[in-house]
């Protein structure tokens, strides 16, 4: 008897505490009924399913009744998808993106609902822009290299040194580069274009990269593939959630988060405006920002969590510990427009091609 | 209801659905925005843009050069080929020749992973020859290269339409010349070749066709050195502004259908001129294989190595990339091997979906597709009318369009046309897709059946006084059944195999094995890639051998 | 039932005129026979009459209901015109039984399925393969397969029933019991019958009137009789029987002068003396004799050919030769031939 009613109590307890999350409004609840009568969530991700799977599962386990919907494509797919099926009227509820970009430019297009998540105090000033557009990771942007086959001592811990060692190797490193091709890929030219913002000699690093003929990809998996086989040595600009994720299948990885500055991505997520489950999406944006699925990401998804009360191998913290105050993440504001203005992306793409011919 | 009614119908959807994705692609290269968006006007930018653009003219250069080296490679050993497996003693015809067509099976991507993994600068035979002379004498992402092994793999194609001349040759000619004192090989030569070359002309008109067409290889072995043919320049053209740019696509498409449209046609004409010359005289006349002597084995050996750089080595490198876990210098095969990949896919639910899909597409969508053949087949089967030649054309217009292209062509007609859209996510789409791609192609398996049934077997019952739709459901179509069942199972091989035309329809629910295969590789999942790769060649081994079995004739 | 009327049939394939411009009639209960050589357009008239092909002129009528007419407009298709057709190859569809090929005509008509089974089995019977109705096709012999064929046509009891050379696919031992067979049964059933051979012994056996194709149009129409004793013209002459070609001159009058000889025969046609002039004269007429006389020629005797049932003589002058029949050998060397007068037809040549 006294053990029922023990069960009991935590049962009520424990539904009752995963109905509304310390910290929270008292009317959430509300938004909690309202969902679950929406009884189902669609979302559009770049995520890998995979990846995303232990936070789904966890947000449906916390949230039971509500079904999810998960779709994993590209970053172009998710626009094209986004804006076509807006024009016809229905499309998904939540969109997951890390070309960070185009997700800025449907946000400035008005597209998302405007929704001032509960957990806003806990982000950083950078992670939120017009209480519409949410950065939900901190995923830094590292080297790495094959472990086997370059020397320790030419492992390089900034980009400073990355420079020098092509300067001083280059033959050794001929062709066994490999980066974003910023003219194939949305997420290379944002890269090289933070890098240039940050690091005013980042234009002799690339010369670098043309005189060495480095091969320019449009996905980090195969340039990770391609650095643990060692048909390349050093892969530049490759998403930590990536390394890490491959790290720890191959042993033959090795990874570096640059001393001299680490760029800070950030995977942005918002909520459509015609949305047809739109509390099941709140829901899910304030569980992905909260203490408990911070910590799946840090942990189990290993995409870098945002928060920093926050501990596990992919989190900010982990970064801060490698990197200090050199962390510098990408602005998620209107500053990344810039990116999709033609004449300045022409203009840049075409002093890139001349840097990859050395000049 | 009139046969002329029904007849009419079924043309006319035929038309529309042949018509409708080019007309759409054509109005959107006339767009300022893609055609959906409330912003779009009139405007010829699209075009200037694309003609400015030094990648596509590099773009278009490329691919003239890798179309022509193709055909200079393919048309002479295909031609060769075909001699000696007709015309000698080479050792070995029965069972070289279901050989010889397998390469025309194997799903180019595929054969394009598997080379990178063999023959890649740390493949695993490249290393083995790297430790035994210190270099590796080929770079697999050249140009050179990759013209190489498109001209190798469709070897097969030439393979087939010259063969088939040979074979009709009459042997009579050939005898007289050789009464008349003319040795064997003179006849060959004199007699022989100058009736094939029509066929030739065709079989050489047609690789270079498809060299507009590839797709897979240029994708997987022309990225590292950023090489670019029109159809990747086509895929790599969602990210050049940034915002993915439906109008420049539709430039390109228009320009690629522009070149391969007429060269679907003079196809056509060439296959006429080289049918004259085949004289399909029914009782197989013997003709006297020409002795080759020692050089038969030489003969067998180069044919084998063909065979074994065509096929087994990328075949066998990517089924043995899919049991290991790393690969490249400094590793010990026999220390990673595992059957980690294959449970991995387990845990994809989407490769799941891909591979019942591919099945269902395969095997179900296969057999509507060939009913909705056999539907515009028969309709105009046997039908006096110029009309026919018009039905000809259509049908051949969607062959005009790599499968890349009518994938994205088939995205665009479904969001166009709103009463579509919600199927635009369901199987339906790719399965609408592959069927217009194909249409030219099966439209051509039946027909030929339907041919085989002695005009005189109709006449028969319409005389008795069976109306023409009667004849043809109740002495037409039941004749044929066994050729439904051979379509079927070459429409079946043909989607499984297929990979291009799915991939701008790729998306939850509609993925097939072919476009997960190119996204997955565009992530770099190659473990996935490979295990995939081989559950895809083992669908279309057991297919193959099921059809081999049923004694399908392979020639299509 | 009544008569099958052709009238001034024109029918063009591509730039061919196939028929120019045929007319004729079938009439009841008779069996017409269309004769001629290959390209003569005979099959071509047939498929025409049964629908499988479309003239650009003319009329074809079965009393006074127009199966096509080009001055009205009206063309049949083949399903409606109620006629029966035997192929050559005999088209019997080789996925149903000899029943279901031979019930399929009445399935069309609705006939109910007992019905259906009395008509098909009495029909089966009537041609003496009642017992095979459960075979197919392939398993039957040629001659089994022919009357399959006809017995398909007949059982929904047609008022003219066109058979494309009939006998041509059969051995040719066969062919012989078949034509008496095959007229026997058209006859007791009373039909009218037209059949396209290109064997002139074959439409003598068979048909009551026969009609003489040649190039798309009718050379002679007439009874076998008529059309072998009678013919009117030189190619009917020479396309009936079997016969000797003997060219010369005329000599006004029906004679005929080769060489030095002079001979006397019937006026086939006007032939001016002067003219050339051709005489045409069946083989079994020619008679061997051993002496001279009017219409007599003196021939070496060159060879001869024993056929089983009389000898075939070779009689040659300068460049003519001549064949004759006779029941017994002959002597090689110097013989007379005898052209009796109303044995031989002059022709103008040309």
């Given at each position: 008897m006294r053990f029922l009613t023990l069960a009991a109590a935590l049962l009520f307890s424990f539904s009752a505490a995963a109905q509304t999350p310390a910290g929270y409004p008292a009317d959430y609840g509300k938004t909690v009924d309202a969902a679950k009568k929406e009884g189902k969530l669609v979302i559009y991700a770049t995520t890998d399913a995979v990846a995303a799977n232990p936070l789904v599962k966890d947000f449906e386990s916390l949230y039971p009744g509500i079904s999810v919907e998960y779709s994993d494509l590209n970053s172009t797919e998710v626009y094209n998808r986004f804006i076509s099926e807006s024009a016809a009227g229905s499309t998904a509820d939540f969109i997951w993106s890390s070309a960070m970009d185009l997700q800025v430019k449907l946000v400035a297009e008005g597209k998302a609902l405007a929704y001032a998540s509960p957990e806003i105090p806990n982000l950083?000033?950078?992670?939120?822009?017009?209480?519409e557009a949410y950065g939900t990771t901190n995923e830094p942007i590292a080297f790495v290299y094959n472990k086997r086959i370059v020397p320790a001592g030419d492992v390089p811990q900034t980009h400073a040194a990355l420079e020098k060692l092509l300067a001083a190797k280059p033959d050794f490193y001929k062709g066994k580069v490999t980066a974003y091709d910023p003219e194939r890929s949305g997420v290379g030219y944002l890269f090289v274009n933070e890098d240039v913002k940050n690091w005013p000699d980042a234009w002799n690093l690339f010369r670098e990269f043309g005189k060495t003929g480095a091969r320019l990809y449009t996905s980090a998996g195969a340039m990770m593939e391609r650095v643990g086989s060692g048909e390349h040595l050093i892969g530049y600009g490759i998403f930590g959630s990536y390394a890490i994720a491959r790290a720890k299948k191959d042993p033959g990885i090795g990874i570096v988060l640059p001393k001299d500055f680490t760029l800070i991505t950030s995977r942005v997520a918002f909520i459509s405006k015609q949305a047809q489950h739109p509390n099941a999406a709140k829901l899910f944006l304030d569980y992905m920002l909260s203490k408990r699925g911070q910590t799946i990401i840090a942990n189990?998804?290993?995409?870098?969590?945002?928060?920093?009360?926050v501990e596990g191998p992919a989190s900010a913290k982990a970064v801060r510990d490698e990197v200090g105050d050199k962390a510098r993440p990408v602005e998620i504001g209107p500053g990344l427009l810039e990116n999709l203005d033609q004449m300045k992306r022409l203009a840049f793409l075409k002093k890139w091609q001349a840097a990859m011919k050395g000049q | 209801m009139p046969y002329a009614v029904i007849r009419f119908s079924v043309l006319a959807v035929m038309a529309i659905a042949v018509l409708a994705p080019l007309s759409l692609v054509g109005y959107q290269s006339f767009l300022s925005a893609p055609f959906f968006d409330s912003m779009a006007r009139f405007t010829l930018d699209a075009y200037r843009f694309v003609f400015a653009e030094s990648d596509f003219w590099v773009a278009f250069g490329t691919t003239l050069i890798v179309a022509g080296g193709m055909t200079v490679i393919a048309l002479p050993l295909g031609a060769m080929l075909a001699f000696l497996m007709v015309r000698t003693d080479l050792p070995g015809r029965a069972w070289l020749e279901p050989m010889i067509l397998i390469p025309l099976f194997v799903s180019a991507v595929v054969l394009a992973f598997g080379y990178v993994v063999a023959l890649g600068p740390v493949g695993i035979v490249s290393t083995h020859v790297k430790a035994l002379?210190?270099?590796?004498?080929?770079?697999?992402?050249?140009l050179t290269s990759l013209v190489v092994i498109a001209g190798l793999a469709h070897v097969p194609h030439v393979y087939l339409y010259t063969a088939a001349a040979l074979r009709g040759l009459a042997s009579d000619m050939e005898e007289a010349a050789r009464v008349t004192g003319a040795g064997p090989w003179r006849v060959a030569l004199n007699v022989s070749l100058p009736m094939v070359m029509p066929s030739m002309l065709f079989a050489g008109v047609l690789v270079f066709f498809l060299g507009f067409e590839l797709f897979g290889l240029p994708l997987v072995l022309g990225d590292p050195q950023g090489l670019l043919v029109l159809t990747t320049y086509l895929y790599k053209l969602t990210n050049k502004l940034g915002v993915p740019s439906y109008q420049l696509m539709a430039v390109v498409v228009v320009v690629i259908v522009a070149v391969t449209a007429p060269l679907v046609y003079m196809q056509r004409i060439l296959l006429r001129q080289a049918q004259r010359y085949v004289s399909v005289r029914g009782k197989g006349l013997k003709q006297a294989p020409l002795p080759l002597g020692p050089w038969r084995w030489v003969a067998l050996a180069a044919i084998l190595a063909w065979f074994t750089v065509t096929v087994i080595v990328p075949i066998a490198g990517i089924t043995l990339r899919s049991f290991v876990v790393s690969w490249g210098e400094?590793?010990?095969?026999m220390e990673v091997l595992t059957l980690d990949h294959y449970r991995e896919l387990l845990d994809y639910p989407n490769v799941i979906r891909g591979i019942l899909n591919t099945l269902a597409i395969g095997v179900i969508g296969g057999a509507i597709a060939v009913v909705c053949y056999t539907a515009i087949a028969l309709a105009i089967h046997r039908w006096q009318s110029g009309w026919t030649r018009v039905v000809d054309y259509l049908a051949m217009a969607p062959r005009a369009m790599p499968g890349l292209v009518a994938g994205l062509a088939m995205l665009w007609v479904f969001l166009f046309f709103k009463p579509f859209s919600p199927l635009k996510a369901t199987l339906f789409s790719v399965w609408l897709a592959y069927t217009i791609v194909w249409l030219a192609y099966g439209m051509r398996l039946i027909s030929g059946t339907l041919l085989q049934v002695g005009p005189e077997l109709e006449e028969s019952a319409r005389t008795i006084g069976a109306s023409a739709l009667r004849t043809q459901l109740d002495i037409t179509v039941p004749l044929i059944r066994y050729g439904f069942i051979a379509s079927w199972l070459l429409i079946f091989l043909i989607f499984v195999r297929e990979?291009?035309?799915g991939v701008y329809l790729l998306g939850p629910g509609t993925e097939v094995i072919g476009s997960l295969l190119v996204s997955l590789w565009g992530t770099g999942a190659v473990d996935l890639v490979s295990a995939l790769s081989v559950v895809n060649v083992v669908m279309i081994a057991l297919g193959l051998v099921v059809a081999l079995r049923m004694g399908v004739r392979l020639h299509g | 039932m009544a008569d099958l009327t052709v009238h001034s049939l024109g029918l063009r394939l591509g730039d061919n005129e196939i028929l120019r411009g045929v007319s004729m009639s079938v009439p009841r209960g008779k069996v017409v026979a269309f004769l001629g050589p290959s390209g003569s357009g005979k099959t071509t008239l047939l498929r025409a009459i049964a629908g499988l092909e479309t003239p650009h002129t003319g009329s074809i009528k079965i009393g006074d209901r127009a199966l096509f007419d080009a001055s009205r407009g009206i063309n049949l298709p083949a399903e409606q015109r109620g006629l029966g057709l035997v192929f050559q190859s005999y088209a019997l569809w080789p996925h149903r039984t000899v029943f279901d090929n031979v019930a399929y005509g009445l399935k069309l008509r609705k006939v109910s399925g007992d019905e259906r089974k009395r008509r098909v089995e009495a029909a089966l019977t009537h041609i003496g393969l009642g017992h095979l109705a459960a075979r197919y096709p392939h398993q039957l012999s040629g001659g089994q397969q022919q009357r399959v064929a006809l017995a398909r046509a007949l059982v929904y009891e047609p008022p003219v029933i066109l058979l494309d050379e009939p006998l041509s696919n059969l051995d040719a031992k066969l062919r012989e019991e078949a034509r008496a067979w095959l007229r026997q049964l058209i006859v007791s059933l009373d039909l009218s019958a037209l059949c396209v051979t290109h064997d002139q012994v074959e439409a003598m056996a068979i048909a009551d009137k026969i009609v003489l194709l040649n190039g798309g149009v009718i050379e002679q129409e007439g009874t076998p009789t008529e059309l072998y004793s009678q013919p009117r013209t030189l190619f009917a002459a020479e396309f009936m029987g079997s016969n000797n070609r003997l060219a010369g001159e005329s000599a006004g009058g029906g004679k005929l002068r080769i060489g030095n000889d002079v001979l006397e025969g019937v006026a086939r046609g006007d032939a001016p003396s002067g003219a050339p002039a051709v005489g045409v004269i069946r083989l079994e007429r020619v008679k061997v004799v051993d002496a001279p006389g009017p219409n007599r020629i003196r021939m070496e005797l060159k060879t001869q050919m024993y056929l089983g049932e009389r000898f075939e003589l070779v009689f040659a002058l300068d460049k003519m030769l001549i064949r004759a029949y006779a029941d017994e050998e002959r002597a090689l060397g110097s013989h007379y031939v005898e052209f009796p007068k109303d044995a031989l037809w002059v022709f103008p040549q040309g």
């Open positions: 950083p000033k950078w992670a939120v822009w017009k209480n189990q998804a290993l995409l870098y969590s945002l928060r920093d009360d | 002379i210190g270099f590796i004498p080929w770079n697999i992402y050249s400094g590793v010990k095969l990979y291009s035309t | -």
